[in-house]
Structures are given as C-alpha cells and as structure tokens.
C-alpha cells in the first residue's frame, strides 16, 4: 500500500481518470473546490443517497420524507442563529495579505483565543469562539504566517459562512436571501405541515436530502469540505422526557448505518462534544469520526437540539409551533435529535475505505473494494474475443440484464485488460463469453476481489447475481 499522504493524491487522479469526480469548470482553470461527479461518481452518489433514504425513510413508518427550497424567507436564518453566530474567526496576514482561520494556523492552541461573551464552536467546526475573539500575546507571539512566516496578523474578525443574493431585479437591502447552509431549517419550519399531512405522532421524523452552501474560509482535501455539498439529514421530534433515549437510540443506528455500508470498523469511531465545543443549538452532540489520510474527522453530527429551533421559530414567525398529545391531555414544545450526515464527504469516505494496491508488476493492480450495494456498476459483460458469435451473446446478455442491474459492456482490449478496467471502476462481477460458453452455455464469473473464477449456466446469471448485488 502507498503511504497515507500518497493515497489522496492517487485517488484524486483515479477518481478523474475513471469518472468519478472532475474539478469543476476544469476548461476554465476550475473554481476553488467546486467538483462534478462523472458517469461513475454520479452512481455512486446516487446509491449512497439510495441507501440512507432506504433506511432512514423507507424501511420505517415513522419517519417521512421531504424535499424543501433551497431559497428561504430570510427570517428563517435569523431564527436559526445562522445571521448572528455562523461565523468563522478569520487573521490576515499584514505583510502578504493572506487570510486565514485563525484555529487552522500552525501551533494555533486554543487558549491563545480569548475575549468577551459565551464562547461557542465556529461554523467550520473544531473551536470554541467568545463572542468577540482576541489573539492573546502568546498567541501573537508564537503564531506565524504559513506563506510568508511574518507574525504581523490583524485582529480576529467573524466571518460569517452564508451565501448572499438578491431575489428579485433590486439589489437592495429588503431583497437579500441566502443560499442555505444546511437542510434542516427547511423540516422545521415545516413540522406542523407534514405533521398535519402525514397524521404522524411524535415520536417521528422528517428527513431529506439537499444542496447545502457555505462560504469556507479553508475548503480543502477534495470533496471532503467544500461550498457547495449535499446533506442527508433526518430530525427527530420527541418529548422533552424522552429526548436522551432517543438521542442514545439515533446514535446506534447511524454507527450501524456505516458498518451496513462495509466500512472498515477500526476507522470509525465516536466523539463527544466537551461542553465548549457545542454548537449555540446543542444540549449534546456527537460526531461520527472517520480515520481519512488526512486524520480522523467528522462524518456525521448527531445533536439533541433541544427545543432552541422550534421555539426561536416560535418567536420570530408568532407561529405556535407545539404539539398537542390528545392520548395525555398535554400540550408541548418538542425537541428535536437531529442526525445529520454529508453526502459527498461519505462518498470521500467509501472511495478511501474502498482504496487498495495489490500486487507487482504485471500482477499489479488497483481496486476498489466497494460493497457490491454500493458499486456503481454491479456486472461487466465481456466477451472473450470478438468472433465465433461470443460478442453476439455476450451483447444479447448485457440487452438483458441492463434494465435489471447497472451493467456494462466491454469489448475492447485484452481480457486482463478490461478485468483491470473493472477493478478500478469497483465492479464486483466480471462475465465472460468464452468458447465454452459456445459449447455448454456456461460463463465464467470473476469476482472482484478473490479474483476467483466459476462457471455459472447461463440460465442462472441473473438469480446468482441477485443474491450477491
Ligand atoms: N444541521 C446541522 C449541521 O449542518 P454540521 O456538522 O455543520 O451540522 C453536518 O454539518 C454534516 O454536513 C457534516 O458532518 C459533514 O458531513 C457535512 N458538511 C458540513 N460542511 C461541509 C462542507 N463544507 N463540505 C462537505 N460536507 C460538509
């Protein structure tokens, strides 16, 4: 295997050779951590958000599904918190006029950020910030410029993470509207609708998947974190008595989630927020870590939100937002766990947990070890050669299955060849039409990563694929 810091740079340069991520606009000299998903990523993604919206929706009764504007009134962002407090502590560097996140400085500590009112995480995460943040002189002292090595900052200042536009022709003041920065405030400020729609009681939840935008100071490692990313988030309504047990229970299931995905167990694992790292929602929340190249970093965030959301939409909307539990004569505010997952940064995740090198020489290989579920193309159809009729069956074959399983078809090149092509796509099941085939009507299934072949009637194809897809 390559070193941890080789392996970003290989899986960069895989995932564009092979269509599953391009930098975007490339033509143009790209745009600062903006990407597209080609043929193979676009799968991918689409299975990832498969699988969570299957179980998270699908497989439950209490639970329901949403699909909300990425546009708001912008009150909502005022409600939430996000127009006062979503803000990063940014330097600029006197002497080059860099601009960094302080926290993200080399030998930055955390004691070296101090200042007046409650502290709470910055937006990006990783620190606490008072409400108006100062370098100490330790921290003038020992930080250091990463460009120009000059420790001749400027003061803190907040900066704060949305997207602006104007809707409508004027670009005034009355006019603003920002892109969203997450997807739950569009569930909340539809509780009483779907509540009312669906004939839900609580306990149940409200999930969807969407385009979230945050205007990072430092995007960085690929897809891990950039401005523009999806969401998969799912709010769970509870009574304020029951909200730990939920909250223990959310936990479970989400860790679950990724051990189902087939990720590497000893690469994930737990984080508890210390009471000054929480975000100004949380009464308690983990993150889901997983060990990337570049060190462990969160997942997914899995929050108890109390009841701040709903009533802070109370207050700014003059909504009455409740909950009027008709079996216990009881009228409630309810809180909310709330599990709340990156989609791209998860498909980051399954492309390094999938990444391997194997062999040497001619023997070698790369391979991405994904779950067959997961896979973007589950069975590549090759024949052997292409005379004696084998491409004509393998063609008619590959007509067959496409509309069952994402297959494809390949008839170009050596067989080893196209074996190295579909390893490095992921795909579980390679089949090929040799002479045999022509004589018995079997065909020789390769498994992706025993590289083991067996010969399979051809009759049966589609049931041995189907157990194992
Ligand atoms: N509603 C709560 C919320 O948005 P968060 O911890 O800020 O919480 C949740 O974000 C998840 O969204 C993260 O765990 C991560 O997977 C994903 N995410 C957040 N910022 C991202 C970014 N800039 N690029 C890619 N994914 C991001």
């Given at each position: 295997?390559?070193?941890?810091?080789?392996?970003?740079?290989?899986?960069?340069?895989?995932?564009?050779?092979?269509?599953?991520?391009?930098?975007?606009?490339?033509?143009?000299?790209?745009?600062?951590?903006?990407?597209?998903?080609?043929?193979?990523?676009?799968?991918?993604?689409?299975?990832?958000?498969?699988?969570?919206?299957?179980?998270?929706?699908?497989?439950?009764?209490?639970?329901?599904?949403?699909?909300?504007?990425?546009?708001?009134?912008?009150?909502?962002?005022?409600?939430?918190?996000?127009?006062?407090?979503?803000?990063?502590?940014?330097?600029?560097?006197?002497?080059?006029?860099?601009?960094?996140?302080?926290?993200?400085?080399?030998?930055?500590?955390?004691?070296?950020?101090?200042?007046?009112?409650?502290?709470?995480?910055?937006?990006?995460?990783?620190?606490?910030?008072?409400?108006?943040?100062?370098?100490?002189?330790?921290?003038?002292?020992?930080?250091?410029?990463?460009?120009?090595?000059?420790?001749?900052?400027?003061?803190?200042?907040?900066?704060?993470?949305?997207?602006?536009?104007?809707?409508?022709?004027?670009?005034?003041?009355?006019?603003?509207?920002?892109?969203?920065?997450?997807?739950?405030?569009?569930?909340?400020?539809?509780?009483?609708?779907?509540?009312?729609?669906?004939?839900?009681?609580?306990?149940?939840?409200?999930?969807?998947?969407?385009?979230?935008?945050?205007?990072?100071?430092?995007?960085?490692?690929?897809?891990?974190?950039?401005?523009?990313?999806?969401?998969?988030?799912?709010?769970?309504?509870?009574?304020?008595?029951?909200?730990?047990?939920?909250?223990?229970?959310?936990?479970?299931?989400?860790?679950?989630?990724?051990?189902?995905?087939?990720?590497?167990?000893?690469?994930?694992?737990?984080?508890?927020?210390?009471?000054?790292?929480?975000?100004?929602?949380?009464?308690?929340?983990?993150?889901?870590?997983?060990?990337?190249?570049?060190?462990?970093?969160?997942?997914?965030?899995?929050?108890?939100?109390?009841?701040?959301?709903?009533?802070?939409?109370?207050?700014?909307?003059?909504?009455?937002?409740?909950?009027?539990?008709?079996?216990?004569?009881?009228?409630?505010?309810?809180?909310?766990?709330?599990?709340?997952?990156?989609?791209?940064?998860?498909?980051?995740?399954?492309?390094?947990?999938?990444?391997?090198?194997?062999?040497?020489?001619?023997?070698?290989?790369?391979?991405?070890?994904?779950?067959?579920?997961?896979?973007?193309?589950?069975v590549a159809i090759l024949p052997l050669v292409n005379r004696d009729n084998m491409d004509g069956i393998a063609r008619g074959l590959f007509e067959s299955l496409k509309?069952?399983f994402?297959a494809f078809y390949d008839d170009g090149g050596?067989i080893?060849?196209r074996y190295?092509?579909q390893?490095?796509?992921?795909t579980?099941f390679c089949v090929t039409v040799d002479s045999q085939t022509l004589?018995?009507e079997t065909l020789t299934v390769r498994?992706?990563?025993?590289?083991?072949?067996?010969?399979v009637?051809m009759?049966?194809l589609e049931?041995?694929l189907?157990?194992?897809?």
């Amino acid at each position: 295997m390559p070193t941890t810091t080789d392996v970003m740079d290989r899986l960069v340069s895989l995932a564009k050779r092979r269509g599953f991520v391009y930098p975007s606009s490339e033509i143009y000299g790209g745009i600062g951590s903006s990407y597209d998903y080609g043929p193979l990523g676009t799968e991918l993604k689409r299975n990832v958000k498969e699988a969570w919206w299957q179980a998270m929706v699908r497989e439950r009764e209490d639970v329901e599904g949403l699909d909300s504007a990425i546009l708001m009134n912008p009150k909502v962002w005022e409600a939430s918190g996000h127009v006062a407090g979503f803000t990063d502590p940014l330097v600029d560097c006197k002497t080059c006029k860099a601009r960094f996140r302080v926290d993200q400085l080399p030998g930055f500590d955390p004691s070296f950020l101090v200042g007046a009112g409650p502290a709470h995480e910055a937006a990006g995460g990783g620190v606490p910030v008072p409400e108006e943040p100062r370098l100490t002189e330790e921290g003038r002292a020992r930080l250091q410029c990463p460009r120009c090595g000059s420790r001749n900052f400027s003061d803190v200042r907040k900066f704060n993470l949305m997207f602006k536009t104007y809707m409508g022709p004027v670009e005034d003041q009355a006019s603003v509207v920002y892109l969203r920065p997450e997807t739950a405030q569009g569930i909340y400020v539809n509780f009483l609708n779907v509540l009312n729609s669906s004939r839900q009681k609580i306990p149940f939840g409200i999930a969807q998947i969407g385009k979230a935008f945050r205007n990072e100071i430092t995007p960085g490692n690929f897809i891990f974190r950039t401005r523009e990313f999806e969401q998969m988030e799912m709010q769970y309504f509870v009574h304020p008595s029951e909200a730990d047990r939920w909250f223990e229970y959310w936990l479970e299931q989400r860790q679950r989630f990724y051990r189902d995905l087939g990720l590497r167990q000893d690469r994930l694992r737990l984080h508890r927020h210390a009471p000054d790292e929480l975000a100004h929602y949380a009464r308690a929340a983990y993150d889901l870590q997983y060990e990337f190249p570049f060190g462990w970093q969160e997942l997914e965030g899995i929050h108890n939100r109390g009841d701040f959301d709903l009533s802070r939409h109370e207050e700014f909307s003059g909504k009455k937002l409740s909950y009027f539990d008709e079996a216990a004569k009881e009228r409630f505010l309810p809180y909310i766990i709330e599990t709340s997952a990156g989609c791209d940064r998860t498909v980051l995740t399954l492309l390094v947990d999938a990444y391997d090198e194997e062999g040497e020489g001619k023997d070698a290989r790369v391979v991405l070890r994904f779950s067959p579920r997961l896979a973007p193309i589950k069975v590549a159809i090759l024949p052997l050669v292409n005379r004696d009729n084998m491409d004509g069956i393998a063609r008619g074959l590959f007509e067959s299955l496409k509309g069952k399983f994402a297959a494809f078809y390949d008839d170009g090149g050596s067989i080893g060849r196209r074996y190295r092509r579909q390893d490095e796509a992921g795909t579980p099941f390679c089949v090929t039409v040799d002479s045999q085939t022509l004589q018995d009507e079997t065909l020789t299934v390769r498994e992706r990563d025993s590289m083991a072949q067996e010969r399979v009637a051809m009759a049966q194809l589609e049931t041995y694929l189907k157990e194992r897809v």
